[in-house]
């Protein structure tokens, strides 16, 4: 085995396992949920990961559903994190 091949796998062994996101939060809408504060570790820390690059200037907007809805990115920061 080349040498650079095994130092990869060793470096992958030592990580442990993978993390598999089965459960992560798809929409802005669920940071609020016990599964998100779970996965990113706050509400904050989701809002700012699933804000990024979207629309923070208006007050509400439509969810997947069709519903008007309060924006949860509203009023923060677009440079925020950047996607």
């Known amino acids: 085995m080349r040498?650079?091949?095994?130092?990869?796998?060793?470096?992958l062994a030592q990580r442990g396992?993978?993390?598999?996101?089965?459960n992560r939060p798809r929409?802005?809408?669920?940071?609020?949920?016990p599964v998100a504060v779970g996965?990113?570790?706050s509400t904050d820390r989701c809002l700012r990961e699933l804000?990024?690059?979207e629309n923070v200037i208006?007050?509400?907007?439509?969810?997947?559903?069709g519903r008007l809805r309060r924006n949860p990115c509203y009023g923060r920061s677009p440079f925020e994190?950047?996607?």
């Open 3 to 11: 040498p650079l091949r095994l130092a990869a796998l060793l470096l």
């Open 17 to 22: 396992p993978a993390q598999i996101d089965v």
């Open 39 to 41: 996965w990113y570790g």
């Open 51 to 53: 804000c990024a690059g």
């Open 58 to 65: 208006g007050t509400h907007v439509i969810d997947p559903v």
């Open 81 to 83: 994190l950047q996607k």
């Open 27 to 33: 929409s802005l809408f669920e940071c609020d949920t």
